[in-house]
């Protein structure tokens, strides 16, 4: 049978939701989850660790303790430095230092056992198992069909809020433990997973999930002080969750438009769209950061983007781009 390894990395306790959502949608059918946190957060700031803490303080990790393995590490991430413009390369680097440090103990582990794949995953991506009985046979026929060890899995996104949806797909990559075994370098792991996130096509269901960002406002401005991605101000964020896009930063030169990946919505959660838990439970876990009228707000905020002109001018170089990808 096949054997499922996740592997992924915990920052701080506004985490604890979505945790515990990746061991119950995970359920049986995950064989180890192998958790990287680190004494320092990726913008270089000493915050120490806080994941056993957290595992052994709720009883609902209970039934998954005993397949948990943790690694705790002290690694003193360089402050990014905004003086340069390869601001997210350094960031994401030490993203990648820290995840690979799971690596040795996945391949010395499983490496002889050629039916173990290793989810490289987040915190708050989770694999749904749980939501209907024939979840894992599914994925089990895609791995049979996966190229070189590795196949991306395309993965639905929450942001802010368990029934907010962002308008776009992007993967999560599962390979072999024989591929990550050839992975080299302090960031090789690391690699594995940021070199195959990227856009995807949607497969005919959905088995990963994730709920970025779901927490309590002070947490999000928390955490968007600490990941890899600097240059986002309290006000920038805020913003956000008024208007229900993704973030834009001065710092970056980004401003919002119309294309269709900039914007979340708000969506009733279906058995199609979400797993199983997640409706069951959407009460108790809401956030609630979304500015009820989201939509209202973004015609008093940026009112250039329903003009007529701008509409106009939107499209014409939207079908310039498919034409142009047409013909290469």
């Known amino acids: 049978m096949t054997k499922i390894i996740d592997t992924f990395l915990f920052s701080e306790p506004h985490e604890k939701e979505a945790l515990l959502i990746k061991f119950i949608l995970g359920g049986s059918f995950v064989t180890e989850w192998v958790i990287v946190e680190n004494e320092y957060t990726f913008q270089g ?3 120490g660790v806080f994941a056993q803490q957290v ?16 690694i705790s590490a002290s690694l003193q991430h360089p402050p990014i430095d905004y003086t340069r413009k390869d601001i997210d390369t350094q960031g994401m680097d030490s993203e990648r230092r820290q995840r690979s440090l799971a690596q040795k103990y996945i391949v010395d582990k499983y490496g002889h056992e050629p039916d173990t794949w290793v989810l490289l995953s987040d915190a708050d ?3 749904d198992f749980d939501s209907f009985p024939d979840n894992f046979s599914f994925l089990e026929n895609k791995l049979s069909s996966a190229n070189d060890g590795l196949l991306q899995i395309p993965r639905r996104r929450f942001w802010y809020d368990y029934d907010n949806l962002w308008n776009a797909v992007r993967a999560t990559p599962i390979v072999t433990v024989q591929r990550l075994a050839q992975a080299t370098g302090d960031m090789g792991m690391g690699l594995l997973r940021s070199d195959y996130i990227g856009a995807v096509l949607e497969w005919e269901r ?3 999930f994730e709920y970025s960002y779901c927490y309590d406002l002070e947490s999000i ?3 968007y002080r600490t990941f890899p991605h600097g240059g986002y101000s309290d006000a920038e964020i805020i913003q956000t969750t008024r208007c229900n896009h993704i973030p834009m930063s001065a710092f970056r030169n980004k401003v919002i438009d119309l294309h269709k990946d900039l914007w979340m919505e708000k969506v009733v959660l279906t058995p199609a769209n979400s797993p199983r838990y997640v409706r069951e439970h959407l009460t108790q876990i809401q956030t609630h950061v979304i500015d009820q009228n989201y939509v209202s707000n973004r015609k008093t905020d940026y009112p250039h983007l329903y003009s007529i002109s701008h509409r106009v001018s939107f499209g014409v170089k939207q079908l310039g781009k498919k034409i142009l990808q047409t013909f290469k």
């Open 125 to 127: 991506e989770a694999i």
């Open 45 to 47: 700031e000493y915050k």
């Open 206 to 208: 959905t088995l990963v």
């Open 55 to 70: 595992l052994d303080s709720d009883e609902r990790f209970a039934p998954f303790r005993d397949r948990l393995h943790l």
């Open 221 to 223: 401005l928390r955490k």
